[in-house]
């Protein structure tokens, strides 16, 4: 089944860890998103990409990165890990930065203590 | 800034029709959009409304007003599966999607 596949589902770390969440769109989108989603509030972008080799910054990139070798893949990585990062993550696609709708991955359950 | 707003909860009976508005304010506009997304579960796109009306699909319509900054989604004829939160979002000037926090649907019996 064509999709969004993100691992992994749920992590428990310890600040100042490391860590790369994995998404893998098997759609052929050619734009990516990375949301975090917190109680109360919206989806927020972190990150974006619209093509292979390129990416930009989302309303809340501070912590963040990410990167984009090939169409298919867009991890995102928290380089030391902090307590205010704690949130489910959302990875998305869309056949293009400005087409809708973006497909959602299942999301990853991120808790950092 | 950009905003959007939207009713945190919502109660309904089943079978009975349910309105769920959004408010916005954004800098610029390309749509707006409707998802669902059920507990522990991805958001999945509902409708996509660019210009002025209404926009029927099966159960649910959605409605948008350009000039007052406002849309929502009328669900008809609620189904316990109807339990979930309800996204409304707004594509702005440069193309990205400003999301509303969402509105907890609850279907009671």
């Known amino acids: 089944i064509a999709g969004i596949t993100q691992a992994p589902t749920s992590q428990i770390l310890a600040a100042g860890r490391r860590m790369t969440l994995r998404c893998t769109q098997d759609m052929r989108h050619n734009a990516m998103y990375w949301y975090r989603q917190d109680l109360g509030l919206g989806l927020r972008l972190i990150h974006y990409s619209n093509t292979a080799g390129t990416t930009g910054k989302g309303e809340v990139p501070d912590g963040y990165s990410v990167s984009r070798a090939n169409t298919d893949d867009f991890p995102l990585t928290l380089a030391s890990a902090v307590p205010s990062q704690t949130s489910v993550y959302f990875c998305a696609s869309s056949d293009s930065i400005g087409s809708q709708p973006q497909h959602f991955g299942d999301g990853t359950r991120l808790s950092i203590l | 800034g950009q905003n959007i707003d939207q009713p945190t909860e919502m109660t309904a009976t089943e079978g009975a029709i349910v309105q769920i508005n959004c408010t916005y304010q954004?800098?610029?506009?390309?749509?707006l959009f409707w998802y669902q997304q059920h507990a522990g579960e991805a958001p999945t796109f509902l409708s996509y409304n660019v210009l002025d009306g209404l926009e029927e699909k099966g159960r649910f319509s959605s409605f948008l007003s350009r000039s007052k900054g406002y849309s929502y989604l009328l669900l008809k004829e609620l189904q316990m599966k109807d339990s979930a939160s309800y996204l409304c979002a707004v594509q702005d000037s440069n193309y990205q999607l400003i999301w509303g926090a969402g509105t907890k649907l609850i279907i009671k019996p």
């Open positions: 954004t800098s610029g506009f390309n749509g």
